[in-house]
């Protein structure tokens, strides 16, 4: 029997259907989701059916701090009176949103000038990050490789964020965003870094972990997706990073 139950909460992004995680031994949740009205009613509804309530919940995980895995972290973390956690490479980018996300739109900006993106686009672009999902500020704590919540054990795979982590427990490895099926956003060509960063993930797994599945957050047109062995997709994912740099 599972350690855990999923909750499909809605589409974030185009990388298909999100799923939060409730591991309802460490009144834990694991990515809760998009910030939407919706979003808060399939997560409240499932975390009920599950052997835990909401007030059940103690602590509130978040594999990194894009919008669609953090946006109800905060309104959960509300209801069930539950602390959240981050890696303390994204920790600041969840508590402190407003002023992240001011200095984020500034950076877009000065790059899509730089590219020559015509200034009524670019607007258009900044436009679509309005209004901000999260709260101004919000209490989150920090944490390092290795550190437990609720006997969860945190493990630093960066590479689609600079903080990303994904969570372990004895059985079950739930991967954010750092694998997914057909590509990985941040890896390739987007920043130098973050691609060093994420090899040296793929690199981690390759032969690690082997008895543990590993669950991501998102899921593709409403299929269950779990793969046994996360180093065989990380090597597709290094393949196709590779022929991009070489077209
Ligand atoms: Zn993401």
């Not at 069930?80 to 981050?86: C, E, G, T, V």
């Not at 000038?113 to 101004?136: F, K, M, N, Q, T």
């Not at 490895?173 to 973050?194: H, I, K, M, Q």
Request: with cysteine.
């Amino acid at each position: 029997m599972s350690d855990f139950v999923r909750i499909p909460v809605g589409r974030g992004t185009p990388e298909g259907v999100n799923s939060a995680y409730v591991v309802p031994d460490s009144g834990v949740v694991i990515d809760p989701g998009p910030p939407t009205d919706s979003s808060w009613s399939a997560l409240r509804d499932g975390i009920e059916r599950t052997e835990i309530s909401v007030q059940g919940i103690d602590h509130v995980l978040v594999t990194h701090w894009h919008a669609d895995h953090a946006g109800l972290a905060c309104r959960l973390a509300d209801r069930a009176n539950a602390s959240i956690h981050l890696h303390e490479g994204d920790a600041h980018l969840v508590g402190d949103y407003t002023e992240a996300r001011q200095r984020r739109l500034r950076r877009d900006a000065s790059i899509l000038g730089r590219w020559g993106v015509p200034e009524r686009i670019r607007e258009a672009l900044l436009d679509r990050d309005a209004p901000s999902p999260l709260p101004d500020t919000y209490p989150v704590q920090a944490h390092e490789e290795g550190d437990r919540i609720a006997g969860i054990e945190v493990v630093h795979t960066p590479g689609h964020t600079k903080g990303h982590v994904s969570f372990a427990t004895a059985e079950t490895l739930f991967l954010g965003d750092v694998l997914l099926p057909t590509y990985t956003p941040n890896v390739g060509e987007a920043t130098r870094a973050s691609t060093i960063r994420w090899r040296r993930t793929s690199r981690r797994w390759s032969g690690s972990r082997p008895s543990q599945r590993a669950e991501p957050a998102s899921q593709v047109t409403g299929r269950r997706w779990t793969w046994t062995r996360p180093s065989k997709q990380c090597e597709n994912t290094t393949t196709s990073e590779r022929k991009t740099r070489t077209t």
